[in-house]
């Protein structure tokens, strides 16, 4: 079955404390030469180096939790870069909205006896959302060998027990 998240999570257990990880993170982020990132105190976002970079890009945002007997849970989201990602959900807020104003202007047309043209925007909101994510998908293909790239450098400097 496809996944129809936009943004993939993944999450595995680690015998580790959560400063050891985080340390081993930013040690394997410097040896490494295929990406690059930023370590905080309690999470880390890698990236692909800023030559491969292109519009489908993914970024993995990394967090840890504390589990019992000495392990820890490690998260990571798989997703497009913040501004890409606020274009979409911006893009799906406006289609929306368009589709609920129109709405509501053709149910007041309908009310009123005029022609109800507004309920024209329900239909084409609907197609644009669509369409919305339908390129989002697209975008995912394109950025799937760089979250495959991502995934793979968390899953060697965490492997599971």
Request: glycine share 8%; hydrophobic share 45%; with cysteine.
């Amino acid at each position: 079955m496809t996944d129809i998240r936009m943004r993939p999570l993944l999450e595995w257990e680690v015998k580790c404390s959560n400063r050891d990880l985080f340390d081993r993170l930013e040690a394997a982020l410097l040896e490494s030469n295929s990406l690059h990132g930023k370590v905080f105190p309690d999470s880390a976002i890698l990236k692909v180096p800023a030559s491969e970079v292109h519009l489908w890009s993914p970024q993995l945002q990394v967090s840890v939790s504390d589990g019992a007997d000495d392990t820890c849970t490690v998260h990571g989201l798989i997703g497009p870069r913040p501004s890409v990602w606020s274009l979409f959900i911006a893009s799906y807020v406006f289609w929306t909205f368009l589709g609920m104003m129109g709405g509501i202007f053709g149910f007041s047309q309908l009310s009123l006896g005029q022609p109800t043209s507004a309920f024209w925007s329900l239909p084409v909101s609907v197609a644009a959302i669509a369409l919305t994510y339908a390129i989002g998908r697209f975008g995912r293909r394109i950025g799937r060998p760089q979250s495959i790239q991502l995934r793979n450098f968390l899953e060697n400097v965490f492997p599971s027990p």
